[in-house]
């Protein structure tokens, strides 16, 4: 498997996962909110977004963490396997929170050059907090699957931590972040 999305709630460790994944498969790591913000949190133009997805998703691997519900065209016809971290709100709500106290004011590595971390109650209220009432999507994404892409739950970090465990120590190469 050389393409893998991971998909999930803000806070549930996608991008942490992926960089273990591109550390132990020796693949190329992309970052969908890194790609996405531009230098202080500005949007892309929808068309201008499509095509960078379209370029990212077409190389010859990745790990690519981030739900991105409206690019999910592009990525999921090539991907290898989805990862789905389907974890429950009292395990990703504080981690965002944290997160965003523990980085206030700094870039953090996953997201885009400028966007400084804030405490953003309006992110957390409308955007994370909400995440069951799109949960629903992600299942059945999940449940249609196309042919031939391996689907894997996780929904627990024991489950996080036994997946990771099953991954190989690492391979020779390196990874690269994007």
């Known amino acids: 498997m050389r393409l893998i999305m991971i998909i999930g709630p803000s806070g549930s460790g996608k991008s942490s996962l992926a960089r273990v994944l591109g550390s132990r498969l020796g693949l190329p790591v992309v970052h969908l909110d890194q790609a996405f913000w531009r230098p202080d949190w500005v949007k892309p133009d929808a068309d201008e977004w499509r095509v960078q997805v379209a370029g990212l998703a077409a190389r010859d691997a990745w790990i690519m963490d981030g739900s991105y519900s409206s690019t999910m065209d592009l990525r999921l016809p090539r991907a290898h396997a989805v990862v789905w971290l389907d974890l429950p709100r009292r395990v990703y709500f504080p981690r965002v929170v944290w997160r965003s106290l523990r980085s206030y004011g700094r870039v953090r590595p996953d997201l885009g050059p400028g966007c400084r971390e804030r405490f953003d109650p309006s992110f957390f209220r409308d955007w994370v907090w909400t995440y069951p009432r799109r949960r ?11 042919e031939g892409v391996t689907g894997i739950s996780l929904r627990s970090r024991r489950d996080v931590r036994q997946f990771v465990a099953g991954l190989p120590a690492s391979l020779e190469g390196d990874s690269a972040s994007t």
């Open 136 to 146: 629903a999507r992600d299942q059945e994404l999940m449940a249609k699957l196309p």
